[in-house]
């Protein structure tokens, strides 16, 4: 079957169905659609000319009547069938043929709807007696007067609102890569803070010391303080 020619099917029942075999066969058909339209085309043929359908010239089809009497004989659940299984068929088994496709019957092509529109309230039916078109009265609002509560309501302005309070003295935020804080009681109700990494070294201890010394503001204490390097009993003072 997989090597006859083109000529080798003839245009009857029996003929397509050998036809749809062979393009299964060839891959140029899928097999589960050709299974549907093997089985689709079996049961309307037999439906429409009997026993005798697979040596019937399909050239003598009326598609449209066929369809029709299709539908009022199983319903309409047999025009989907139709028109997806069977006519698709026949259109392929005409196209290896080399003839011209058949066009889905009238009554399958849909036609488009113009969308109905709403009727105008104001327009008088036919037959009815026409009715004049009224319009409706815009009524205007009194200017309020001095005496009216609702002239101080438009003079005042409008409401103030309220400022959002600021918080007094925010603390700022102390930074946590590396840095730890160090709280210094520095005379009697004021705490010193310094913020110093982990790893200060020696040298800038040193440093800092020194800038600390270099803020101080002179007083007469320091007239009597002693000399640098050493405390009030003689001792030195290191550094650290």
């Known amino acids: 079957m997989a090597g006859l020619a083109q000529g080798a099917f003839t245009y009857t029942g029996a003929g397509l169905m050998g036809f749809l075999d062979w393009a299964m066969q060839r891959g140029t058909v899928p097999p589960q659609t050709g299974a549907n339209f093997i089985l689709a085309c079996k049961e309307i043929l037999h439906f429409t000319l009997g026993e005798d359908w697979s040596s019937v010239d399909l050239a003598a089809l009326d598609m449209a ?34 003839l011209a496709s058949v ?14 529109t709403a009727p105008d309230p104001q327009t008088p039916r036919p037959g ?14 009194p200017t309020p007067t001095p005496e009216d509560p609702a002239w101080t309501q438009q003079t005042s302005g409008p409401a103030s609102i309220p400022e959002k309070e600021e918080p007094m003295n925010p603390s700022p935020a102390l930074p946590s890569f590396g840095v730890i804080p160090h709280l210094f009681p520095l005379r009697s109700g004021v705490l010193a803070t310094l913020l110093l990494p982990t790893d200060l070294t020696s040298q800038e201890a040193k440093r800092l010391s020194e800038f600390i010394a270099a803020l101080a503001m002179p007083s007469t204490a320091d007239a009597f303080a002693p000399a640098p390097g050493h405390s009030s009993n003689g001792a030195a003072v290191m550094a650290t």
């Open 65 to 98: 009547a066929l369809r029709q009497d299709l539908v009022a004989a199983k319903g309409g659940k047999q025009s989907s069938r139709f028109d997806e299984q069977f006519l698709p068929a026949i259109n392929t088994f005409r196209g290896h043929l080399g």
């Open 128 to 141: 009815s007696p026409s009715r004049p078109r009224v319009t409706p009265k815009r009524t205007r609002r």
């Open 103 to 116: 066009p889905p019957p009238a009554s399958v092509q849909r036609t488009t709807r113009t969308p109905a």
